[in-house]
Every structure is written in C-alpha cells, then in structure tokens.
C-alpha cells in the first residue's frame, strides 16, 4: 500500500508514519511544519519508502499532485488549538473543515478511495449519556475546534455516499505518548520544571478525564481498518477508564518527586468549551478485537519521561 498521510510530522501522525513503514508500507507525508517536526520524521527520512511532501492543505492543486498514486489516505492534520480557538476563529474552519474538503476533493480527482480520519471526542459536547457511544445525539457544541470536525465527519460521510469511497472516523480521547506537545501534561511539566514549588491548575482539579497511549491508538486504527467494511465506519478510541486532573497531577509529581502546592483557577472547567467530563464507550472497536496496553497511568508516565528526555521539544511550543 502506498499510504498518503497528512499532519505527517505531527504527534500522532509521525507515530503512526512509523507503524506503516514497519508493516511494510509506503508513505508519503504531507505536512506544513506550522507545528509538526522534522525530528519526528527522524527514522522515516531514513527509509526509501518514505517521502515528504512541504505544502499546506488549502494548496488544493499542490495537495492532489502529492497525491497522486496512492492508495489510502491518512487525515490527521488539523489545527488542535482547542483552548485559544476563540482568539482565531477562522483557523478551525479553514485548516480542520474546509482542509477535510480540499483532502476529500483531491481523493475524488484521484480516484482514491478509502480515507482514516482523526476526529474527536469532542463532538459529543457535554453529552448525558456516559460512557457515551458512537450513536449518542450530538450536543449543541461548545468549541469551534468540535465544530470544525463535526463538519468534517459529515463532509466525509457526504463523500463517501456520493462518490462511493469508505471512510473511517476516529474519534479519540486526549492522546498521550511520545512526541506529544500539547495538552495538561506538556503545561504540567514545564510549569514544574521551573517552579516546582507550586503548580497552577485551571478549574478545580476535579474535571474527569479519559485519556489513551499513542501506540495503542495506532493499534487500534489498523484493527478497524483491518475488520470493518461499512461505506462509513465510526470508532470511539479510549480506554474503559477515567481520571480526575487531580489524580493525573498525583502521578505526576510522584514520578518527578515533587510536592508543589496547588493553585486552582476555579470552576468545574478549564477555559470555555473544555468538557467537564469525558468518557466514551468503545464496545464497538472491543467487538474487533483491540484492547489498550497501556492504563492511563502508565501513558502518563511514558509522557513525562518523553518529555524528561526531550526537553528540546518545551522550547519548540
């Protein structure tokens, strides 16, 4: 298979460029840099089967050209600025929705066919069902960031029906794990890094999160891709557990040997559109056979100790 990715460079795409040039693939990676990092590429630039591709997604032209001659395509670029995506508004709709489109539009003219797209939990808003499944009614939104991939899963499912592709939509949980730069963890770490005396949490600690190891995403994409053959396959990602922010700033302190004081900003959320609650149910990937490797403490942990070891990567943010 010759495998077009794009977000290549990025956490959970230069993961996953990895695992398919390990399965024998052919990849080729498209990617800005606007985020992503080269030294995330580091081994794929070492094989033959890979190759990168510098160009942006609203580049419709230059995107079906670097297309041309694959056979699947991997969407994961996205702009996953959740927490400031009210200071730019215009970014989640041009990079996440109308970037879908230039993608599916570049499949179309290609006559590509079969498309993994990285969504979100996200789209469920703050729903009333938990853990909340594949089916549960979507929420009015509370975050453009969901809001743009709410409209990208339904340009994909619009395409697939029309232009007989197959797609599979993969809405994860928060992803941790090697090469990951954002998120509690990163602000964490570097928080502690410089002050360990105290640590400066926004909400009240109390938010219930769900979180999933990148390697074990991965797994799990190739498991669906593998067993599912619907026109439009859609996935929840996750593990059947959660934890408080609180518990989450337990473990990590405890592996850095840190007791700082904590300094709570207030209130049952972090910033507006941050859920309170996450928890998704992913009977339907359980039913193909996949299960994590990883529990959310030990994905923690194998973040910070990414982070202890490539500390290079704080200065990059």
Known sequence: MLAFV????????????????????????????????????????QSPCFRLERGDLVD?????RAMAGCDFVFHFAANADVRFGLQHPSKD???????????????????????????????????????????????????????????AEGLISAYCEGFGMRGYIFRFVSI????YTHGHVFDFYRQLRVHPEYLEVLGNGR?????????????????????????????????????EVNESIGWICGHLGVSPQIRYAGGERGWIGDSPFIFLDCARIRELGWRPRLNIRQ????????????????ARR
């Open 93 to 151: 709709l041009e990079q996440n929705a109308i970037g879908t489109w230039r993608v599916l539009d570049a499949m179309r003219s290609n006559r590509i066919e079969r498309i993994a797209f990285a969504s979100t939990g996200s789209v469920y808003g703050e729903p009333q069902i938990f853990p909340t499944p594949e089916d549960a009614p979507f929420p009015i939104q509370t975050s453009l960031y969901a809001t743009s991939k709410v409209a």
């Open 207 to 243: 938010q219930r999160k769900s979180y999933l190891y990148v390697k074990d995403c991965v797994e799990a994409i190739f498991t669906a891709l593998e067993r599912a053959e619907a026109t439009v396959n859609i996935f929840n990602l996750g593990p059947d557990e959660y934890c």
């Open 60 to 64: 419709g032209p230059h995107l079906a």
């Open 299 to 314: 994905g923690i942990v194998r973040t910070v100790e990414f982070l202890q070891d490539n500390e290079w990567v704080l």
């Open 176 to 179: 941790l794990g090697e090469r």
């Open 6 to 45: 794009t977000g290549a460079a990025g956490f959970i795409g230069s993961n996953l460029v990895d695992a398919l040039l390990q399965a024998g693939h052919s990849v080729v990676g498209f990617d800005n840099l606007s985020t992503g990092q080269m030294e995330f590429l580091k081994d794929a630039t």
